[in-house]
């Protein structure tokens, strides 16, 4: 039976995710678990979360999670969301924290000066709600979602990649920034696709069947 195990690690929409991933993939095992050696085991991992970046690293080692996730971002299927998207970079400079370094680059805040819309109306942090993401490049969680699909964001902080070529997808709120990254057995996203109704469905169930 495919396994798939959603980290838990005190943060994050856990059962939102999990219930996502039980209606596009019914037949697979979804366990919520903050076992390190249920992640281990699992064959593929999803690490979701919310919250502050430093809080999460935190819980992350005080739980033994940091080596299984490390480990399942190198060797299985992975899907990162939103935190799950940021730890895997150096650095954040929410808090100033190391993330867990799968991939060169930092984690930044919006930039305060830019953000205004088109029609030069502020633009409020957290960046809250639905927008527009393009497709940077092919890849088989896109299959079935059209290029510039809609899906839901609530975060403060983007990532930049030191790799240029990790971008999978881009999304415009006052900067361009990366709103996924896909590199081997890796896809991770900023939005949430749990919250994104069909196209998130779409994402998920893509996630579950790939095989990298």
């Known amino acids: 039976m495919n396994t798939v195990a959603i980290v838990d690690y005190g943060m994050g929409n856990l059962r939102s995710v999990a219930k996502a991933i039980e209606h596009v993939a019914p037949q697979a095992r979804v366990l919520v678990t903050n076992e390190p050696a249920a992640v281990a085991a699992a064959d593929r ?7 502050a970046m430093p809080d999460c690293m935190r819980e992350l080692d005080a739980r033994g999670l940091r080596g299984p996730v490390i480990d399942a971002a190198r060797s299985k299927p992975f899907l990162g969301i939103c935190i799950g998207l940021q730890m895997l970079f150096d650095a954040s400079d929410e808090g100033n ?7 060169r680059g930092q984690v930044r805040r919006f930039p305060a000066e830019r953000m205004h819309g088109a029609d030069g109306m502020r633009l409020k942090v957290p ?8 497709q940077a490049k092919p890849h088989p969680l896109w ?7 809609r899906f839901y964001f609530v975060h403060s902080y983007f990532v930049v990649p030191g790799d240029g070529a990790l971008s999978a997808g881009r999304t415009g709120y006052g900067v361009d920034f990366t709103a996924a990254v896909a590199q081997d057995n ?13 196209a998130g469905l779409a994402l998920l169930g893509n996630f579950m069947r790939w095989k990298p």
């Open 45 to 51: 991992v999803v690490v979701p979360g919310q919250g």
């Open 97 to 103: 924290v190391a993330g867990l370094g799968v991939f």
């Open 127 to 134: 960046h809250m709600g639905w927008n527009r993401v393009a």
């Open 143 to 149: 299959q079935g979602i059209d290029d510039g699909e």
């Open 186 to 198: 890796i896809f991770a996203v900023q939005f949430h696709p749990e919250k994104s109704a069909q």
